[in-house]
């Protein structure tokens, strides 16, 4: 889940920085506004701007909630994992203890003449 949200954010982003770079500055408006060939655009004089930018904000949506999505993802808290130690297997045998030795004889200590 995480890496697909990963993904489509970093697609987002390239695809937010192409068309913002595709995009003409306001001061290039002033040339389509005299007839410079923009009629002959495939979207017409102001059809392009009006797409590139409606596009741009549907990017940015996607690219601020890809975002909050994986901010979420990171400080929810993960479920504890189940211990495989916790519960024994029910058909298993109990444990047996292991058996202590005897303690060795204390060591006898020679009488010495007086």
């Known amino acids: ?5 990963v993904v489509v954010d970093v697609l987002a982003a390239i695809a937010l ?3 913002i770079l595709l995009q003409q500055g306001r001061g290039a ?3 389509a ?3 410079s060939g923009a009629s002959q ?3 017409g004089s102001r059809g392009s701007a009006n797409f590139l ?5 549907v990017l940015a949506v996607v690219f601020f909630v890809a975002n909050l999505a994986l901010a979420w993802l990171a400080t929810a808290p993960a479920p504890a994992p189940e211990s495989v130690t916790a519960t024994p297997p029910a058909s298993a045998p109990a444990p047996r203890t292991p058996e202590t030795p005897a ?3 204390a060591p006898s200590v020679p009488e010495v003449p007086r």
């Open 1 to 5: 889940m995480r890496e697909m949200i």
């Open 41 to 43: 655009t495939l979207f």
């Open 33 to 35: 506004a005299f007839g």
């Open 103 to 105: 303690p060795p004889p």
């Open 29 to 31: 408006d002033m040339g």
């Open 17 to 19: 920085v192409v068309l």
């Open 53 to 57: 930018s409606r596009t741009t904000a």
